[in-house]
T-cell receptor, first 111, second 115 residues
Framework: AQTVTQSQPEMSVQEAETVTLSCTYD???????LFWYKQPPSRQMILVIR??????QNATENRFSVNFQKAAKSFSLKISDSQLGDTAMYFC????????FGAGTRLTVKP | EPEVTQTPSHQVTQMGQEVILRCVPI?????FYWYRQILGQKVEFLVS????????KSEIFDDQFSVERPDGSNFTLKIRSTKLEDSAMYFC?????????????FGSGTRLTVV
């Protein structure tokens, strides 16, 4: 069974600081991708970043980067220089036959 | 950049009424999905659709739900007799590649309110 666990329901960070959101997962697949999606108050689901499991290098997209530890099945998202517009729900996701989402972490960026 | 388009953005309906939620996936995508998110809860898989038929469905997707691709562009979700607990955001998504490892593109969602 494929599962995704996000153990931090809510987090907050001061503007311009760095925050890390945690995600662990379980899969029997060897080659797979992992995703982080952002859901702002508008409720749209926006792809933030993806990581290929067979790549050792951690993915980076501007201020967003991941810390992928395959052996530990851990996939955390780091947001640097947090901005007010980063306030959103963040979902970790693992594709199987469909996309499995974690329960989400509500991130609030404070001015 | 190509988008998945969902209409309407918000629909209010009386309990027991039928609703149809509409989606226009990205034109060269082959795999289509519906997800549901009850307010404050996680995003839940409803159904996947490929080659004009359902390929997977969850336990949520009971006989009240159906999906259709009536023409080459639209992908619809029908709820036959809505219940209060059907109130949620409904997201359509599509992907182009064979592997689920391709990222899904989501629409903006339809907020369904059953009163």
């Amino acid at each position: 069974a494929q599962t995704v666990t996000q153990s931090q329901p809510e987090m907050s960070v001061q503007e311009a600081e760095t925050v890390t959101l945690s995600c662990t997962y379980d899969t029997s697949e060897n080659n797979y991708y992992l995703f982080w999606y952002k859901q702002p108050p508008s409720r749209q689901m926006i792809l933030v970043i993806r990581q290929e499991a067979y790549k050792q290098q951690n993915a980076t997209e501007n201020r967003f980067s991941v810390n992928f530890q395959k052996a530990a099945k851990s996939f955390s998202l780091k947001i640097s220089d947090s901005q007010l517009g980063d306030t959103a729900m963040y979902f970790c996701a693992l594709p199987s036959r469909d996309m499995r989402f974690g329960a989400g972490t509500r991130l609030t960026v404070k001015p | 950049e190509p988008e998945v388009t969902q209409t309407p953005s918000h629909q209010v309906t009386q309990m027991g009424q039928e609703v149809i939620l509409r989606c226009v996936p990205i034109s060269n995508h082959l795999y289509f999905y519906w997800y549901r998110q009850i307010l404050g809860q996680k995003v839940e898989f409803l159904v996947s659709f490929y080659n004009n038929e359902i390929s997977e469905k969850s336990e949520i997707f009971d006989d009240q739900f159906s999906v259709e691709r009536p023409d080459g562009s639209n992908f619809t979700l029908k709820i036959r007799s809505t219940k209060l607990e059907d109130s949620a955001m409904y997201f359509c998504a599509s992907r182009g590649g064979d592997s689920p490892n391709y990222g899904y593109t989501f629409g903006s969602g339809t907020r369904l309110t059953v009163v």
